[in-house]
């Protein structure tokens, strides 16, 4: 007889996802600085790079705190996105419109981090383990500041990019 999922089960399983995503995330912050020609945008994927790194460490500490050894599940959208850009720099490598769109990658990569530990922190909380939920809420911050300053540039990379034409 099968054992019945919990909201704990979940939390490891969404836990390993995201520690997948977020390992992956570190490698596509340092490639995207390598490829962006705009200093304000190499600017920001080389300081993300280091801040997910950190999240990195912090998802481990989450891991020592619900008892489990930090271990990644492969992430299927995580794979998809990064598939995405790796096309998309491919695609648009040496045009106007590069750097716009390896903003646009990288806030599809935002996207899907911020609603997983939006959900993780809330789960965190309704099982009870404030310190993870403080932790996770902290990466949550971080990548929504990460978010804002890639609107902001890719608002102005789209004009400067429709202005090259």
């Not at 919990?6 to 340092?30: G, P």
């Not at 590069?98 to 903003?103: I, N, T």
Request: include cysteine; glycine fraction near 4%.
């Amino acid at each position: 007889m099968a054992k019945d999922k919990t909201l704990h089960d979940a939390f490891h399983e969404m836990l390993k996802d995201v520690y997948y995503a977020e390992r992956q995330s570190v490698k596509a912050c340092k490639k995207s600085a390598k490829a962006a020609e705009h200093p304000d945008l190499k600017q920001a994927f080389e300081t993300h790079a280091e801040e997910s790194a950190h999240q990195v460490e912090r998802l481990v500490q989450v891991f020592e705190l619900i008892g489990k050894s930090a271990r990644a599940k492969t992430c299927e959208a995580m794979q998809g996105i990064t598939s995405e850009m790796e096309e998309d720099l491919e695609d648009f490598a040496d045009t106007p419109a590069a750097d716009a769109v390896l903003a646009a990658c990288a806030q599809a990569v935002e996207h899907y981090e911020i609603a997983r530990y939006g959900t993780l922190k809330t789960w965190a909380e309704k099982l009870g383990n404030a310190e993870a939920a403080k932790l996770l809420d902290e990466t949550l911050q971080e990548e929504k500041k990460t978010d804002a300053l890639l609107t902001k540039l890719a608002e102005r990379l789209n004009v400067e990019g429709l202005a090259a034409r």
